[in-house]
């Protein structure tokens, strides 16, 4: 399974997470509209960055850019899987070719090397990075700042865990003139709660949504015990969620105390 996250083309990944019901993405792709929406008006702009961590092949760009589906692009790069990368890049041109929203920049960020350079190559990340902020000898360029100073929204979409809030907060040290919004989705196996206490350090208000989001079904039968001997361990109760199957993730948003008071995260949703 780890084999179809950093190849040359997506389809491989399209063709066995849609056998899997992968919808993390889809699921959260109203949330983080409203959010893009709420920070336009808040901050009296129309454009707008947003920092795409794990961005993988470009899933989320091509959902909020081009207001595709994920069975939008399942489709679309499983009836590709002859033909060779370059051609597949021709046809994506034509496809990505009327964004929904043209005055969103999405920055991807990911240390899939190939993934993101095919996110890139496709047109759907207008830029991106494969620097690894976990690692302790990770350096930052002027370029890396630069580029990831120009966040207004920071996104995940089931990453979290994998990368940590050590990620954020250095992420938030590059970006801290602009004080951008974080929506995480994070998968219920993983707690938040480290990541919202270092948020809150920084004057960040995080708020948890009541409605939890499916990700995708287990591999198999060992992924399933694993997931759920993690979910006993951290006291969580996985009937009729996970024990059914199925990944679940919650979702948290974060923002700077004075946005939170000032826009109201449950009439900011309920009016995108």
Known sequence: MSGIYNRTDPVPYFETLGTLGYCIPQEAKGTVRALINALRKIRRRPETSLLDIGCSYGVNAALLKYDMTFEDLREHYTSMADIPRDGMLREDAQFFSDPYDPELEVIGMDTAHRALRYAIDAGLVDGGTTVNLEEDDCELTPAHRKLLSRADLILSTGCFGYVTNRTLDRLLEC??????????????????????????????????????????????????????????????????LEAEGWYYAQLFVSRPVQDARDMPLPSLLANP
Do not use: I
């Open 175 to 240: 970006g801290q003139d602009n004080h951008p919004w974080m929506c995480h989705t994070v998968l219920r196996m993983f707690d938040f709660t480290d990541a919202a206490e270092a948020l809150a350090a920084q004057g960040y208000v995080t708020e948890k949504l009541d409605r939890l989001t499916p990700q995708r079904r287990f591999v198999d039968e060992n992924e399933r015990k694993q997931v759920l001997a993690n979910l006993e361990e951290l006291g969580v109760d996985s009937a009729d």
